[in-house]
């Protein structure tokens, strides 16, 4: 999916703007749109908004499952709108790594609002959902601006309550554009079967590097392999994963299979043995 990252400080109109967008793309051009919200998943995990925000561990969670929320949903063909907060600097480029790892195009939706407009707005929530003074100046304290000079943030699109949302401009970024070319760590490259033990190599090797490089962004469950549309249950340290990649090709050498059932073998002698 086209990822869209939303961002901004509280109640600067977020949500609001997410649920343009996609009435805007489903019916101008056809296409799902899906929505991880982030205070959907805050309530939903029982916190409240106020406490969560004031604790990092739980924010750290969140951010964790939203990242591997991503990680599932993500393809080339239909748009995953992210509203959330999203102020940190370098998640913003985390989840442009994983969007680059899938080769699909991203944007940034900026919510630009002076924070005392934001915080009117906040006060004309009902009790039960508005921020307490403490938490939003915090947010607001934290908030780290995108910038359309940064490639995460790019391209960067910045609107006011009182713009018109560029719904023809974010279409067009998203689909009429070349998809990001990936860095070689997230590059899979085509599998052949002219050489046995060099595909064996390849591939089990490519299946280590998918799941490490999922550990750095912060996935240790439920990671998915794209280039073989398989999923690892679970993480693990790369001593652990190089033992298990030693014994599998040990076996393998021994009793050779078709190329293309390396990866589901594999990706299974990994999910049984840990």
């Keep these: 999916m086209p990822l ?60 964790n499952d939203i990242r591997s929320s991503i990680q599932h949903q993500l393809n080339a063909k239909d748009i995953l709108i992210i509203d959330a907060s999203n102020y940190i600097k370098g998640y913003r480029y985390e989840l442009y790594c994983l969007s680059k790892s899938y080769k699909t195009p991203q944007c940034t939706v900026h919510c630009d609002l002076p924070v005392e407009h934001a915080w009117l707005l906040n006060e004309q929530r009902p009790d039960i959902d508005q921020y307490s003074r403490e938490t939003f100046d915090a947010l607001v304290m934290r908030y780290e601006p995108p910038d359309s000079k940064n490639r995460w943030d790019s391209p960067l699109f910045s609107v006011t309550p009182h713009d018109q949302l560029p719904n023809d401009d974010i279409y067009r970024a998203l689909y009429l554009v070349k998809a ?69 090709l040990t076996y393998s050498k021994m009793h050779q299979v078709e190329v293309n059932q390396i ?9 049984k043995s840990l």
């Design 4 to 63: 869209i990252i939303i961002t901004g400080i509280p109640s600067s109109g977020k949500s609001t703007r997410t649920v343009e967008l996609k009435n805007f793309l489903e019916k101008e051009h056809g296409k799902k749109v899906e929505i991880i919200n982030e205070i959907e998943i805050i309530v939903k995990t029982g916190y409240d908004k106020n406490s969560f925000y004031a604790d990092s561990k739980k924010e750290k969670a969140i951010r």
């Design 180 to 248: 990001p070319k990936p860095n070689m760590s997230t590059q899979s490259p085509p599998v052949s079967s002219t050489n046995y033990l060099y595909e064996l190599d390849r591939i089990s090797q490519e299946i280590i590097n998918a799941i490490g490089f999922a550990e750095k962004m912060g996935v240790t469950t439920d990671i998915k392999l794209p280039a073989f549309n398989l999923f690892v249950e679970k993480g693990a340290d790369a001593t652990q994963l190089n033992r298990l990649r030693r014994q599998f």
């Design 263 to 271: 990866a589901p073998l594999f990706v299974q002698y990994i999910n």
